[in-house]
T-cell receptor
């Protein structure tokens, strides 16, 4: 059975304080690893798809990387508007499996 | 309208009521999904439709009944729900099954 574990559960940062979120996974035949952002009371917003180890993708202050066992979402010089829950999901031969998310709070 | 829309956004119902949730996608996608999101739990996939055909039913109780009349519309019919069914119900769509999914804003359901 595919599994996804995200850490930490919650992360508090000061504005400008860079950090990383972790997504560890086990999957039978990775067909994609996905990062989403979810604001309170809203549906998840797609951020990135990574397909193979060594792949990296960037969008504004966010950079996602992938190894054979985990993915990192690096946040450089975060701003308060980056506060949200960040979700990781993997697709193997079965369904899309989500982690429980990391709640990020960025204080001004 | 763009993206994925869901109605209603909020719903309060008694345990004996019958109601339906509606989802519409304007992205030209072929696959549609229903998810349940409860507090402090990962998203739970409920149903998957691909080209209007149901391809997954993840042991969802029969009090939840999905309907997909075409690739753009998805319904979730609710009857005799329990208080533990209170949650955010999210609809999503994707071009094909393995691709990234795009989510609607969700329906916040409260069962009294």
């Amino acid at each position: 059975e595919d599994q996804v574990t995200q850490s930490p559960e919650a992360l508090r940062l000061q504005e400008g304080e860079s950090s990383s979120l972790n997504c560890s996974y086990t999957v039978s035949g990775l067909r994609g690893l996905f990062w989403y952002r979810q604001d309170p009371g809203k549906g998840p917003e797609f951020l990135f798809t990574l397909y193979s180890a060594g792949e990296e993708k960037e969008k504004e202050r966010l950079k996602a990387t992938l190894t054979k066992k985990e993915s990192f979402l690096h946040i450089t010089a975060p701003k308060p508007e980056d506060s949200a829950t960040y979700l990781c999901a993997v697709r193997g031969y079965g369904k899309l499996t989500f982690g429980q998310g990391t709640i990020l709070t960025v204080h001004p | 309208e763009t993206g994925v829309t869901q109605t209603p956004r909020h719903l309060v119902m008694g345990m004996t009521n019958k109601k339906s949730l509606k989802c519409e996608q304007h992205l030209g996608h072929n696959a549609m999904y229903w998810y349940k999101q409860s507090a402090k739990k990962p998203l739970e996939l409920m149903f998957v439709y691909n080209f209007k055909e149901q391809t997954e039913n993840n042991s969802v109780p029969s009090r939840f009944s999905p309907e997909c009349p075409n690739s753009s519309h998805l319904f979730l019919h609710l009857h005799t729900l329990q208080p533990e069914d209170s949650a955010l119900y999210l609809c999503a769509s994707s071009q094909d099954l393995p691709h990234e999914q795009f989510f609607g804003p969700g329906t916040r359901l409260t069962v009294l």
